[in-house]
């Protein structure tokens, strides 16, 4: 293949139309096509679903004909991941950049990841799943501060977020079942946690496989705190004795000594439980060695632009997660067939950076 490489963008929700807007910008891509779930969707032109001028590509939700389309890639967004969806992707003969999940073949899904490589064999593709987390943060970036490591004896990864400025009511509630009962939000009671306890431990396979961890298994605990009092919150409300806390933490053990951890403390209503670790907002990345190095990281719509608004920091993340994937594109393409990981790819830089063209309007 050589560019620009032909990539239909395959769902346009708040991560699916900022990938959109970069594809249409970026000096190596070509948009081929666009998929949307939504009947009020289809039939509109490609710009108009991200904020751009006309481009003369129509939306459609005919799974099929984009199926036969002639495209190299398929950015993959959708809310709700579907497996067999991306294998018939993939043996169509479009490799796949996912945000949602497959972010490494190490999984409890065996059968999911058979037959994802069996696809990707059949089509003569290759899939990668990556954004800001999972992806980058819990993947590229530990990997990238142990190039200065002479040896390592632990990583930690700590996420906190406080989804009460999150305006989603479908992810806050009806998947991540923040204000429910708390025996309704466990991961033996929430499919959604289950999927969501998965693709955070692949990436301590991931961190194993590159850092020579040789970990023999990923434990996964999570724990569920409950709102003292109501609260009105960005996606709705929260209602007094449900849930308003969730704690994630997924531990990479070689025998019984912890090696990796990454751990996410997800509050809503600004209620935080006492016991939990007090982490900075964002992501905190701790690496202990021979040297031992610790980063934070922050996202923001911008540092020095004095209009931006707190929905435009919220936004920033979804970008950022966005941009991964289309950035790791050409990578991609190239790569060989199968199951791919950002350490596969090799380093992923910014694909269009300062060649941007003028700012479009605003998103809805």
């Known amino acids: 293949m050589s560019p620009p490489y032909r990539v239909i963008q395959w769902a346009?929700?708040?991560?699916?139309?900022?990938?959109?807007?970069?594809?249409?910008i970026h000096p190596e891509l070509e948009l081929a096509g666009v998929v949307v779930y939504s009947e009020d969707k289809a039939g509109?032109?490609?710009?108009?679903?991200?904020?751009?001028?006309?481009?003369?590509v129509t939306a459609t939700n005919d799974v099929q004909a984009m199926l036969a389309c002639e495209a190299d890639c398929v950015l993959y967004a959708p809310r709700h991941a579907d497996v067999d969806e991306v294998c018939d992707i993939l043996r169509s003969g479009k490799n796949v950049a996912s945000t949602p999940f497959l972010f490494h073949r190490r999984s409890s899904y065996n059968e999911d990841r058979d037959k994802v490589e069996a696809a990707c064999q059949a089509g003569n593709t290759s899939v990668l799943g990556t954004g800001i987390h999972p992806g980058f943060l819990g993947m590229v970036l530990p990997v990238a501060l142990t190039g200065m490591s002479r040896t390592i004896d632990h990583v930690r990864l700590e996420e906190r977020a406080d989804w009460s400025f999150y305006d989603s009511p479908r992810i806050t509630f009806d998947n991540m079942r923040f204000g429910y009962p708390a025996d309704q939000a466990t991961i033996e009671a929430n499919p959604f946690?289950?999927?969501?306890?998965?693709?955070?431990?692949?990436?301590?396979?991931?961190?194993?496989?590159?850092?020579?961890?040789?970990?023999?298994?990923?434990?996964?605990d999570h724990e569920l705190t409950i709102a003292p009092e109501s609260r009105e919150v960005r996606a709705g409300r929260l209602e007094?004795?449900?849930?308003?806390?969730?704690?994630?933490?997924?531990?990479?053990?070689?025998?019984?000594?912890?090696?990796?951890?990454?751990?996410?403390?997800?509050?809503?209503?600004?209620?935080?439980?006492e016991g939990w670790p007090t982490p900075r907002d964002g992501w905190t990345l701790s690496i202990e060695g021979d040297p031992s190095f610790r980063t934070h990281f922050l996202s923001f719509a911008?540092?020095?632009?004095?209009e931006v608004t707190l929905d435009d920091h919220v936004q920033a993340a979804s970008t950022a997660t966005a941009m991964q994937p289309v950035n790791s594109i050409p990578a991609l393409c190239e790569a060989e067939p199968g199951w791919r990981t950002a350490v596969d790819l090799g380093l992923v830089g910014a694909g269009i950076g300062f060649r941007h063209p003028s700012v479009w309007r605003p998103l809805d």
């Not at 346009?12 to 249409?24: H, K």
């Not at 998965?198 to 970990?215: C, P, R, T, Y």
């Open 44 to 56: 509109l032109d490609a710009g108009e679903l991200c904020g751009a001028p006309p481009v003369g």
């Open 193 to 220: 946690a289950r999927f969501t306890a998965d693709i955070f431990g692949q990436q301590v396979w991931m961190l194993s496989e590159a850092l020579g961890a040789s970990i023999d298994e990923v434990r996964t």
């Open 302 to 306: 911008s540092l020095g632009r004095r």
């Open 12 to 24: 346009t929700g708040t991560v699916g139309r900022e990938s959109l807007r970069a594809i249409l």
């Open 240 to 273: 007094a004795g449900t849930v308003s806390g969730q704690r994630f933490c997924w531990t990479g053990l070689r025998g019984d000594q912890s090696l990796i951890e990454i751990e996410v403390l997800w509050t809503l209503g600004g209620f935080y439980p």
